[in-house]
């Protein structure tokens, strides 16, 4: 059973998070994990009730599937019997005549198809010979593999107390054995999941080889194509049963066992349906000593509408239409061969034992619980409306198995109500500060685009000045590469320089160790790495002399040069140096306007500036004092 595949799992791709499973699950068998995407059934809690199944809108939780299996028994030489539960009455009810029902079951390739109603009969007798030598011992049926599961997982004191009969599925595979010897391939058909791991328990899984929903029947129906217009009638394989037909009512087993059903008399009590079961196994295991009673229990209600079943709903047409399916077989039936076979059958041994399974969790401490009745809000008693939307009676049981860690806290409605305003009032919060943000934004690059305007318009003018001057400007970094230079510059220079213009405007990124001689660009070096100006020094380069002042702008980064041609005719003039100084120093005001405009980020270029200026100036003192 170990190697198998969980009854029941949870299909990742189809889950929707929706927790409708973990709000039926009975056994709280359904974890919910913060770290992870979606629930887990866990399967050593899990009794195999199918509500989850049931439940699942998306259709996420799926059950182990024995389509495959059956379809490969089918296959092999050996024969095959295919036994039917009587709820085929309640799920086929678009099946007009059983006989043809029978005949599609053959036609699927099952050599002998019975029907279980034999096998409740003779579990029923045995049920009313327990009960009356029970000398004060009450007992638990045993019918349900749900109920099984849950008093050997959850109460497992109550193990002693469940009849130790095997359920009719069981009986009616052990009669078909013998029938037809041990090779033959059997196969059950009912509305239960969990009759899966039921039919494991016995014989290492070979007294019963598969065990196939009425949902899956019907799809291998489909897969066959076999339809009722297409077959022949045919009548079920005997022994053939008695009351037995009316098993799927939760009260039928106790009228196929002859046992009063009378409040006065009966010594059986009937429940079925989740609720209506975890109330009378709390009441058996607390006051069975009071209600003096056995109990026939059922998880579903009744095998009418179990979660193998296509239908979950219609309960009581569907009740009718298994009472009146009943009747019709008991009226063909020969009592006569009917009571010679039970006498047969009834030798063989049906007993069986249970084994407790103890999946108790112990509750969490009372400081654990309060700290998540404090995260959901409901920290003081009067917070506590139990209003059981997340599936648990109270609030106080929700926060315990949260505590226990297998559920969260967003499944209490009210807590993820909470949180959704709180959610919608820190939204529209941050939607005001965003807007505000988004505001300052925009005018912030309004301003800096008006800056950045100001500033291309005052680099721009300084530049048109740069060019018009007849005074050579260049700008170099540390590594002596040009960053800026003017046109009267590349004119000193020459040639080459010029070819260089041509493909490089104002020389950006030439080298100056290529353009100049050694003398003229070590005292660039000198000031890059003194911090100190060179001001006035002649120099001869080619046919030229040339006056050069070069001063530092960004210590040890850059500096700028003012270079002139000694023997152009702009120099010699006087007149012509007169009229440039009077130019410069007219227009002395509007350069440091244009420095103050361009801001910091034109604080160079504006050094730059002065730099000329004042080289202007001590050489206008300089002329002034020699003549």
């Known amino acids: ?78 024969k095959s019997v295919a036994l039917i539960a009587p709820s085929i009455a309640s799920e086929f009810d678009d099946i007009t005549d059983y006989r043809k029902f029978v005949g599609m079951i053959r036609s699927l390739g099952f050599d002998y198809v019975h029907e279980n109603s034999f096998g409740v009969d003779l579990i029923a007798r045995a049920y009313a010979d327990l009960f009356e030598q029970a000398k004060g011992k009450y007992y638990i049926t045993a019918n349900c593999p749900a109920i099984v599961k849950i ?46 791991d039921e039919s494991l328990l016995y014989n290492s899984g070979k ?56 409040l006065v008399t009966s010594r059986v009590i009937t429940a079925s349906g989740k609720d209506d079961i975890l109330d009378a196994i709390n009441d058996f295991d607390k006051y069975i000593d009071t209600i003096h009673h056995h109990f026939n229990l059922f998880f579903c209600s009744g095998c009418l509408l179990g979660p193998g079943m296509l239908h979950h709903t219609e309960r009581f047409k569907r009740r009718s239409l298994v009472r009146r399916y009943a009747q019709k077989r008991v009226d063909k039936l020969d009592k006569k061969l009917w009571e010679e076979e039970m006498k047969k059958w009834s030798e063989l041994d049906f007993s069986r034992t249970f084994t407790p399974n103890d999946q108790r969790i112990p509750d969490p401490p009372e400081e654990a619980i309060n700290e998540v009745l404090k995260i959901i809000g409901k920290e003081n008693p009067d917070d506590e409306i139990n209003c059981g939307a997340c599936g648990y009676k109270s609030c106080h049981e929700f926060a315990a198995t949260v505590a226990k860690g297998l559920a969260v806290p967003e499944m209490c409605h009210t807590f993820n109500l909470r949180n959704k305003q709180e959610y919608i009032e820190t939204l529209r919060q941050t939607n005001k500060k965003l807007a505000e ?83 003229v660009y070590n005292m660039f070096s000198y000031v890059l790495k003194e911090d100190q100006p060179v001001v006035s020094k002649d120099v001869r380069f080619d046919e030229k002399m040339l006056n050069i002042s070069i001063f530092p702008i960004k210590k040890n980064k850059m500096c700028g040069a003012i270079i002139r041609d000694l023997y152009s005719p702009e120099v010699q003039g006087e007149e012509v140096t007169i009229r440039v100084s009077e130019v410069i120093d007219k227009n002395l005001e509007m350069v440091q306007k244009i420095g103050f405009l361009l801001g910091e980020g034109a604080a160079e270029t504006e050094q730059m500036l002065n730099s000329i200026i004042e080289s202007y100036k001590t050489r206008k003192e300089f002329k002034k004092k020699n003549t």
């Open 1 to 78: 059973m170990s190697n198998k595949q969980p009854v029941l799992f949870i299909n990742d791709d189809k889950c929707k998070n929706s927790y409708s499973c973990v709000r039926v699950c009975p056994v709280n068998a359904i974890e919910v994990r913060p770290q992870k995407k979606h629930p887990a059934i866990l399967a050593e809690r899990c009794i195999g009730c199918g509500l989850c199944f049931v439940s699942c809108s998306p259709r996420a939780i799926e059950f182990r599937d024995s389509k495959e299996q059956v379809k490969n028994l089918l296959a092999s030489k050996r």
């Open 151 to 196: 008093i050997e997982k959850f109460n497992p004191d109550l193990v002693p107390n469940l009849a130790p009969l095997v359920s009719p599925m069981i009986a009616t595979a052990m009669v078909v054995k013998k029938l037809y010897g041990d090779d033959i391939a059997t196969v059950y058909i009912g509305p239960c999941i969990d009759s899966k």
């Open 207 to 262: 007294l019963i080889e598969g065990v196939l929903t009425f949902i899956e029947l019907r799809q291998l129906f489909d897969e066959f194509k076999i339809q009722e217009r297409l077959v022949t009638m045919s009548e079920f394989d005997p022994p053939y049963g008695f009351w037995g037909a009316l098993y799927p009512l939760p009260a039928g087993i106790l009228q196929a066992a002859g046992i009063k059903r009378d």
């Open 437 to 519: 943000t988004k505001k300052a934004l925009k005018e912030s690059e309004e301003i800096a685009m008006r800056e950045k305007e100001l500033a291309q318009s005052a680099s721009d003018m300084m530049n048109n000045m740069l060019e018009k001057l007849p005074t050579g400007v260049v700008i170099v970094d540390n590594h002596l590469k040009i960053l800026h230079s003017n046109l009267s510059f590349i004119n000193i220079v020459g040639e080459d320089a010029k070819s260089i213009s041509d493909v490089i405007p104002g020389l950006t990124g030439a080298d100056l160790k290529t353009l100049l001689p050694f003398n």
